[in-house]
């Protein structure tokens, strides 16, 4: 074998291997997230409003519109200092609360 044909099947070994590492990354990006778009005909299904005290963690009601939680809130703003909140699905609280050093 002379140098030619050695440099020959050498591109030609890299080019196969181009070829099926090209057709793997289409593959993969093919495949993608899998999770369905949500589309949603109105607007307002696509959340939920929630009503919490600005001084509690969980919320006390939740409501499929904003006039409903309105109307929540105004009949209990004396004994409350209710926030409406909207958002998608489920409520999360994440209570940053400063921990002493020790």
């Not at 109307?71 to 409406?84: L, N, S, T």
């Not at 699905?89 to 050093?101: A, F, H, Q, R, S």
Request: hydrophobic fraction near 40%; charge should be negative; aromatic fraction near 12%.
């Amino acid at each position: 074998m002379d140098g030619n044909s050695l440099r020959d099947e050498a591109m030609n070994i890299m080019l196969k291997k181009i070829k099926i590492g090209s057709c793997l990354l289409l593959l993969i990006a093919q495949c993608g997230c899998n999770t369905p778009y949500k589309h949603y005909d109105n607007e307002a299904m696509a959340y939920r409003y929630y009503v919490i005290d600005a001084n509690a963690d969980v919320p006390d009601a939740n409501f499929k519109t904003f006039a409903e939680a309105a109307v929540y809130q105004k009949e209990f703003a004396e004994y409350h200092d209710y926030v409406i909140v909207k958002i998608d699905k489920t409520y999360k609280v994440y209570n940053m609360e400063i921990l002493p050093n020790k």
